[in-house]
């Protein structure tokens, strides 16, 4: 149990009340994906009255923004740029892979917190004996949920 609270709240025969309470924020620890069980019970003198288990999922979702690259010339070295941002609603890690012929297979990870951005620089070197000509390359994600960073 990482966040207990009980609050005395007056209602009427008849009407009804809300009470809302925040999780992950404060001293309470950074909630992380998953599936979570909120058990509310209700309570008249101290006795149990009434009680429910609501049952919520928190997950990371990423998005890549923007692919951007330096001109890569024959014998230099380049600059494959990803921006990936955070579109859901728990921290995660997102591993970005950028695969470019023969010349880059890499994988890079990166952990955001809920609608933060984050980029990945990815190098390269061309060859000086490359063939002049037009390539094509992956840019490709995944996302894990983890335990902390």
Known sequence: MFYQTQTTVNIDAG???THTFTLGQGTQPTLIGGTYTAKVVILYDGNEVDKKEIVFSLEPR????EIRYSKLEIGKEGTITV??????NASGEAKV???LLDLLDEEKVIWLE?????TLN????VPSDFEDGSYT?????QWSV???Q
């Open 15 to 17: 009407k009804s009340a």
């Open 62 to 65: 990423f998005e890549i923004l």
């Open 83 to 88: 921006e990936v941002k955070n579109t859901g």
């Open 97 to 99: 892979t950028v695969k």
């Open 114 to 118: 809920p609608e933060e951005i984050g």
């Open 122 to 125: 990815f190098r390269l070197q």
């Open 137 to 141: 390359g992956v840019v490709s994600e």
């Open 146 to 148: 983890n335990s902390g």
